[in-house]
């Protein structure tokens, strides 16, 4: 009997999934740098095109590498059908707008990656398409945001910068009931630890710059649902505007989702630790994490981080609030280890101000309004020994 990759564990299916080996049986997979392909005959040319035949066309329609990529993380998130895009935006962009169209209206938690809000706030609303933003956490206020014309949810949970919790499966049954379509962008929980298609998105998207790669080298997206759905909103508007993966980048990621497993539990484990020592120190004000119980939403947390079963995990990012701006920039320029730096999921750490940085094109009414005051500090954990990070937090925590 073949082996079935759909019975395969995590870990199989992180190495062994999508590979798809060249007559020549390299062990790596090949990266396929091509942007076109040729065809045995004008008669194979003409069935390719009008997919009576199977087979690659021209790279922004698809690529044996990029193939490859998009069929390993398809595997590992349970999901019919993935596309990959050349970043995190891209796939956000294109799961957007591919559902709506002019007259529709969006409904949002307010806790969003910067440039998520800037689609929806922006851009969006210049084809006619309008964005509610609500209390994420709140249930009772998506259901009050609905409008006859409400199309499409979009989540973002654990939520930049404050991680705070959305509770995917309660969102998804209040879209069910008016038929709206929803979207989870899973960056900060990882496909290790959440699953949105099992709890009822239709989509979801990830940027792979993060965790995927983990590792600082390239930029990456991607999203993935059911074929139909995928095929009938993304197909064309992949084909026809071109935000393709490169191959090289694609072989990266490849290589990036083999240790994903092992990267991210990692991360994970260093992440409580350093959340408990900081949330105890008496200059923090306060810690945010999603796996300690004083998160305030920490059951729902529990309830959908759970690994795929029953291994609840808080993810690698931890957020602190330190008072004020100076003594945020105070504990920052005191770090020896840890980098100053906007990345997240990268096996360095990193710690960044978002007020002044990822967040800093919000008005200060609206950072309030999500409550990321001053003295707020993201903190991206990696893969450094867990003392060493400790020490260095503390040194710089001293400073602040
Ligand atoms: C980084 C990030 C993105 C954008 O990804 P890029 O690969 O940088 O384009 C989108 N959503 C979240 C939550 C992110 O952290």
């Known amino acids: 009997m073949a082996e079935d990759p759909n019975d395969w564990e995590v870990a199989t299916r992180l190495i062994r999934g999508g590979l798809a080996r060249s007559p020549h049986g390299e062990t790596s997979e090949p990266i396929y740098l091509t942007q076109s392909f040729a065809y045995d005959s004008a008669e194979s040319a003409d069935a390719r095109f009008a997919g009576a035949e199977a087979g690659f ?10 193939k490859m990529f998009e069929d390993r993380l398809a595997l590992l998130e349970g999901a019919q059908a993935c596309r990959a895009t050349a970043s995190g935006m891209a796939a956000v962009h294109m799961a957007i707008t591919g559902l709506v169209r002019a007259g529709d209206h969006v409904i949002s938690g307010k806790a969003l990656f910067g440039s998520c809000r800037w689609i929806l706030n922006t851009w969006a609303p210049r084809f006619g398409v309008e964005t509610t933003l609500v209390d994420g956490p709140d249930l009772a206020a998506w259901r009050n945001a609905v409008r006859p014309n409400t199309r499409l949810f979009f989540i973002e949970t654990p939520a930049n910068p404050l991680l705070e919790i959305c509770d995917i499966a309660g969102i998804c049954a209040i879209a069910g009931e008016i038929g709206a379509k929803v979207v989870v962008d899973n ?48 197909k064309d508007i992949a084909r026809h505007t071109g935000p393709a993966l490169s191959p090289f980048n694609a072989w990266v990621l490849l290589k990036g989702l083999e240790t994903l497993d ?94 002044t940085t ?14 990321l005051t001053a003295g707020w500090v993201r903190l991206s954990v990696g893969l450094e020994g867990p003392a060493d990070l400790a020490r260095d937090l503390e040194r710089a925590l001293e400073a602040a």
């Open 262 to 355: 092992l990267r991210v539990r990692r991360q994970t484990e260093t992440a409580a630790l350093l959340a408990d020592r900081l949330a105890a120190h008496a200059k923090v004000k306060a810690c945010r994490y999603p796996g300690r119980s004083d998160h305030p939403q920490h059951a729902v947390a529990m309830r959908q981080m759970n690994g795929g079963g029953n291994q609840p995990a808080g993810g690698t990012v931890v957020a602190f609030d330190l008072g004020s701006r100076d003594a945020a920039f105070r504990f920052l320029n005191a770090l020896e280890l840890v980098d100053i730096s906007n990345n997240l999921g990268d096996a360095k750490s990193m710690a960044t101000h978002p007020p």
């Open 187 to 234: 960056v900060f929980a990882t496909p290790i630890f959440q699953q949105p298609l099992k709890l009822g998105a239709d989509i979801v998207v990830y940027s792979a710059t993060k965790h995927i790669d983990g590792q600082g080298r390239v930029l990456g997206g991607a999203m993935l649902g059911e074929t139909a759905l995928m095929e009938e909103a993304y």
């Open 57 to 66: 066309i021209y790279a922004r329609y698809g690529n044996p590498t990029v």
């Open 358 to 371: 990822t967040h800093r094109s919000m008005t200060e009414e609206q950072r309030l309004e999500i409550g």
